[in-house]
């Protein structure tokens, strides 16, 4: 049996910053639209990543670790006020992200 594990990120830019009509570069079940919270729960269960539970706790960690690296991106920004206008727009990115992809599993187990 193969083992399943989320790729590491490398190239994950919040482009809406600089590009605002932006979309994600690669598709989601053949969309490059943004997928809500239902749709990447559905991708999780449907491509072995694990149950319902296990896709919550990963969708959590996301959530989390977005949150984390908020308080550093508004840091950042303080001390790079060359940035502060960009770090807005991607903290309103994340923020719609997480409404929209996030915020119906936080809480939830």
Not at 45 to 52: A, F, H, K, L, Q
């Amino acid at each position: 049996e193969a083992t399943v594990a989320l790729a590491p990120a490398y190239d994950l830019v919040t482009t809406t910053a600089y590009i605002p009509a932006d979309s994600m570069a690669l598709t989601l079940d053949g969309s490059t639209r943004w997928p809500d919270a239902k749709r990447l729960r559905t991708f999780g269960e449907t491509r072995g990543v694990g149950g319902p539970k296990r896709v919550r706790a990963i969708l959590e960690r996301i959530a989390d670790g977005l949150a984390d690296t908020l308080v550093e991106l508004r840091a950042y920004a303080r001390d790079h006020t060359a940035f502060t206008e960009v770090a807005v727009r991607i903290e309103a990115a994340w923020a719609a992200g997480i409404a929209s992809s996030l915020a119906s599993d936080r809480g939830q187990s």
